[in-house]
């Protein structure tokens, strides 16, 4: 990971940081982390563990796609499955989310099937 990219990192987790009202103190609290360690982070000097992003997302109530990539995420290949998802009524959210979840889980399994 480049310089760059650890900068624009700590400046989002500082942003959620501070648009979730918590001081470095507080969220290293809550993160079981150190205030001092979560400013290196902000600053791009540190990274954090896989752990510690999943702790951070939780309790900023973010995503690490956001924290990682802003949004820069790609959904260009995913753009006309979201338009037509888009198109649906909202009463069908639910059944929507179920269908895919199970897709997801399909997919998962076949993939584990392929690497044995």
Do not use: H
């Given at each position: 990971?480049n ?6 990192i ?9 648009s ?97």
């Open positions: 990971m310089v760059e990219m650890k900068r624009e700590g400046l989002r987790l500082r942003q959620k940081r501070e979730a009202g918590y001081t470095r103190e507080q969220l290293g609290e809550l993160c079981s982390l150190s205030p001092r360690f979560i400013a290196n982070v902000e600053f791009g000097t540190s990274t954090f563990s896989l752990d510690s992003l999943m702790t951070i997302c939780r309790i900023l109530s973010c995503s690490s796609d956001y924290i990682l990539f802003g949004d820069r995420v790609d959904t260009g290949a995913w753009s006309g499955t979201i338009e037509k998802i888009q198109q649906l009524d909202i009463r069908y959210q639910e059944c929507t989310e179920k269908v895919l979840q199970g897709l997801i889980e399909v997919i998962a399994k076949s993939k584990e099937r392929e690497s044995f």
